[in-house]
C-alpha cells in the first residue's frame, strides 16, 4: 500500500519540482514502484519526466482526474521501470474553477488515487507554489508533507505559513497528516549565512525534523533543464549523493 508524500511549500523556485523528480528516481532506484503527480498548472515535473508529450494528455491528466472525466488508470503514464506519472496539463489552471464549484472538492485526488494505491510503494505530488485547492488536495490526500526550503530569511520564516496550512488540514480534512521533514536545499559553504539559518531554523522549529541537506550545484539545473533526474546527469556527482541518502532517510522514516 502506497505511502503519499507531498512535496510542499508556498514559495515557488525552492526545489520542489526538483526534490520530486529526483526522490522519485532514487526510489526507484532502490526498487520501490513510485508513482509522480503532477498538480501544478506550470507543469514543470511532467515536462521534465515527458518532454513535449505533455500536449497528448489534454483529456486525461490530473486536472480531468479531479473532475472525473478520466479514470486514474487512463491517466498514468509510465516514464521507465518503477516510476509512473499522473500528468499536469497547460488546461489545469482552467479546471480550477470547475473544481472548486464541484461537491466534496477538497477529496477529490484523494478519491481518484484509492484504486491504485495497492500498485505502489510511494505516491509523490508536486505542488504549486500557492494556497489552493490543488495544495488543499494534495494535503488531504497525504500522508506526509516534506518540504524543501532555502536558508534564507525569509525562508525560514516562511516555514509558519506552511504549518498553519498543514494544521488547517489536520483540522478540517486529514488529522493524521504528518511531517516527514524540512529538506534545506540550495546549501551553500560559501558563506556563513546559511549555515546561521540551519541553527536558527532548528531553534525556531524545535519540533521539525530536519533531513539531509541538499547543496546548490549548478548540475541540479543543467540536469532540470534538459529533462533528465541527476543520476542520469551526474550520478557521480555530490548532489546525486544528497539525493540517494535522502532516499535512503526517507525510505528508514516511512518504512521503519
Ligand atoms: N540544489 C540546487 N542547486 C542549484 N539549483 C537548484 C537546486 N535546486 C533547485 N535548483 C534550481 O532552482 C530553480 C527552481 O527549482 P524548482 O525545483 O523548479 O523549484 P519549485 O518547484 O519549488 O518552484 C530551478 O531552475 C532548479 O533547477
Ligand atoms: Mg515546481
Do not use: C, W
Not at 521534465?48 to 472525473?68: A, E, F, K
Request: charged share 25%.
Amino acid at each position: 500500500m502506497a505511502v503519499v508524500i507531498s512535496v510542499a511549500n508556498q514559495k515557488g523556485g525552492v526545489g520542489k519540482t526538483t526534490l520530486t523528480m529526483n526522490l522519485a528516481y532514487a526510489l526507484s532506484a532502490m526498487g520501490r514502484k513510485v508513482l509522480v503527480v503532477d498538480i501544478d498548472p506550470q507543469f514543470n515535473l511532467t515536462f521534465g519526466l515527458i518532454g513535449m508529450d505533455v500536449l497528448q494528455y489534454g483529456n486525461s491528466n490530473v486536472g480531468t482526474l479531479m473532475t472525473r472525466e478520466s479514470d486514474i488508470e487512463d491517466t498514468i503514464v509510465e516514464v521507465r521501470e518503477n516510476l509512473h506519472l499522473v500528468p499536469s496539463h497547460l488546461n489545469l489552471s482552467a479546471k480550477e474553477i470547475e473544481i472548486i464549484n464541484a461537491y466534496n472538492r477538497e477529496r477529490r485526488l484523494e478519491k481518484a488515487l484509492l484504486p491504485v494505491l495497492p500498485d505502489y510503494d510511494y505516491v509523490l505530488i508536486d505542488n504549486p507554489p500557492s494556497m489552493g485547492i490543488f495544495l488543499v488536495n494534495s494535503l488531504t490526500a497525504s500522508d506526509y508533507v516534506l518540504i524543501p526550503l532555502e536558508l534564507s530569511y525569509f525562508g525560514v520564516i516562511g516555514m509558519q505559513l506552511m504549518f498553519n496550512l498543514m494544521r488547517m488540514i489536520r483540522q478540517e480534512t486529514n488529522e493524521n497528516l504528518k511531517l516527514l521533514g524540512l529538506v534545506p536545499n540550495k546549501f551553500t559553504r560559501q558563506t556563513k549565512v546559511p549555515k546561521m539559518r540551519l541553527k536558527e531554523l532548528r531553534e525556531t522549529y524545535p519540533d521539525a525534523p530536519i533531513l539531509t541537506t541538499i547543496p546548490k550545484a549548478i548540475a541540479l539545473e543543467k540536469a532540470q533543464s534538459q529533462g533528465m533526474s541527476i543520476f542520469e546527469f551526474e550520478g557521480d556527482g555530490r548532489a546525486a549523493r544528497a539525493f540517494k541518502k535522502l532516499a535512503r532517510e526517507v525510505v528508514e522514516i516511512v518504512e521503519g
